[in-house]
């Protein structure tokens, strides 16, 4: 349980970050890669989650793509106030 816990905090900094750094553009943003992930992750038949990790762990993938990323996983599990889904 501790571990999820520490995840858990890991994302939500990852999306405080995100939203910091993209300002106005963060819903926007958010809105076009969780459609990506959504679609990936039907096509897949995995959680967005396991789709996300998995996009994150490829080679070349920038520090800055893994927040975004994982930022938009986090807005599909559990959406900040930033309206992302009608975006």
Request: proline share 2%; glycine share 6%.
């Amino acid at each position: 349980m501790e571990r999820e816990v520490k995840m858990a905090a890991k994302l939500y900094e990852m999306r405080d970050t995100a939203k910091r750094l993209l300002g106005e553009k963060y819903a926007g943003h958010m809105a076009m890669n969780g459609k990506i992930l959504e679609a990936t992750a039907r096509r897949d038949k995995k959680t967005v989650l396991e789709v996300a990790i998995a996009v994150c762990k490829k080679p070349g993938i920038t520090a800055m793509e893994t927040i975004f990323i994982m930022s938009a996983a986090v807005e599909l599990a559990e959406p900040s106030n930033a309206e992302v889904r009608g975006a």
